[in-house]
């Protein structure tokens, strides 16, 4: 069912929806079955949907039909893997008995008022069993003896011993003319040889139990039963559909979508305008492939470039740092400008220790004209002191 539900919503949806459900047989049905299968099961992935009125239409239906479906499916199998025990009783009285026709067992059946061999007059276990099988009766007659000696035979999980009846029987000769002499004689020698009698039929026949009175039969659904009638017409109308919707779809591929599809490409191989479209497209396609490819290297190298820059103007701001704190500290170190210092104080007081710049060395040096100088020049490396003593007065 869902292949065939699959087969309808590609049917309808293939031309207004040809990217979900592709106008190809192989393709379409593939998809259409998909989103059969997903729906029923009420999962809906969302990637498969009917997009024209009648395939929306179509698919409610089918999703509710799912459902149904599904609930079906599930109690089923719920009710196939419980196994019910219930009491079957089988009364002897009106029943539907077989037994081989003519035989002991007929007339004691017809004594019990049973309905005996009323559709077929049975001459063999074969035909009896066959009946039981077939439900063609409900029960059968058989003397113990011989049931005891065909148990593999006869009995099954739907066979069984439902009761033995104490019916007394007699097994004898029957003696005519001159034989009727000897009559006594037989009696007496079977009172002598009693013993060897019953030893004999010990040994010789096989006993039936019969199931306890209260015993009951374990019954289930016959709903997956393949003897069902339902289920073989269920089975058969499915298959039948089926194939008629996979000759369908098949006849539609290969009569409808190739031959359109082979008049197309003819078309297409036939028209200038679609063969220079193609080169121009073809053009346009290598065009935008170098220069993404030209792109992409030149954004790369200008990337290395800039992280390239980044990492210089770090090392050279590292390096200024440093060279900034080892002048400082020869400076303040340095015993010459210590003694100069000293006699200056009202001089040097008026003037910084370190200067930002050359340039503003040189315009405090222009304003003051004493003798002692500490220049600092523009690296920031070297030291020059010029020291008078003598122009150096309190």
């Given at each position: ?188 020698f079977i009172n002598l040889h009693m013993s060897n009698i019953f030893h004999m039929i010990t040994i010789s026949t096989k006993t039936l139990d019969p199931t306890p009175p209260d015993e009951k ?125 000293e006699g200056c104080d009202s001089v040097v007081a008026q003037r910084p220790l370190v200067f930002k710049s050359a340039k ?35």
């Amino acid at each position: 069912m869902a292949f065939l539900s699959g087969f309808i919503i590609w049917l309808l949806d293939m031309k207004n929806n040809p990217d979900q459900f592709p106008v190809c047989f192989s393709k379409g049905i593939g998809e259409g079955f998909w989103w059969s299968f997903v729906s029923m099961t009420t999962v809906g992935y969302g990637d498969r949907f009917p997009s024209s009125v009648p395939a929306r239409i179509f698919g409610i239906a089918w999703t509710l039909t799912g459902i149904v479906i599904i609930s079906i499916l599930i109690s089923a199998i719920a009710s196939a893997l419980t196994i019910v025990n219930v009491p079957y009783p089988i009364k002897l009285y009106g029943a539907k008995i077989g037994a081989i026709q003519n035989s002991t067992e007929h007339r004691i059946g017809t004594l019990k008022n049973a309905r005996v061999n009323e559709e077929k007059k049975y001459k063999n276990l074969e035909e009896i069993r066959a009946a039981l099988e077939d439900g063609e009766i409900e029960g059968a007659l058989i003397d113990t003896y011989v049931a005891a000696d065909h148990k593999s035979e006869l009995f099954s999980d739907r066979i069984y011993v439902k009761e033995i009846l104490d019916q007394p029987l007699g097994y004898g000769v029957v003696l005519s003319g001159a034989a009727v002499n000897v009559e006594q004689r037989c009696r007496d020698f079977i009172n002598l040889h009693m013993s060897n009698i019953f030893h004999m039929i010990t040994i010789s026949t096989k006993t039936l139990d019969p199931t306890p009175p209260d015993e009951k039969v374990e019954s289930s659904t016959d709903l997956f039963d393949g003897s069902s009638v339902m289920f073989r017409m269920a089975l058969a109308s499915l298959s039948g559909m089926l194939g008629l919707a996979i000759i369908a779809g098949i006849t539609y591929h290969y009569l409808i979508f190739v031959p359109r599809q082979k008049r197309v490409d003819r078309l297409k191989a036939s028209s200038s305008q679609l063969a220079q479209k193609k080169a121009l497209v073809a053009e346009m396609r290598d065009f935008v492939r170098i220069f993404h490819s030209q792109m992409s290297t030149r954004i790369s190298s200008e990337m290395d470039k800039c992280k390239q820059v980044l990492r210089d103007i770090r090392e050279e701001r590292n390096i200024s740092k440093q060279g900034g704190a080892l002048l400082l500290n020869n400076v303040k170190t340095n015993p010459i400008y210590s003694h100069a210092s000293e006699g200056c104080d009202s001089v040097v007081a008026q003037r910084p220790l370190v200067f930002k710049s050359a340039k503003s060395i040189e315009e405090l040096n222009k304003h003051n004209t004493f003798v002692n100088t500490a220049a600092l020049n523009s690296s920031g490396e070297n030291l020059s002191l010029e020291s008078d003593s003598d122009n150096c007065t309190k």
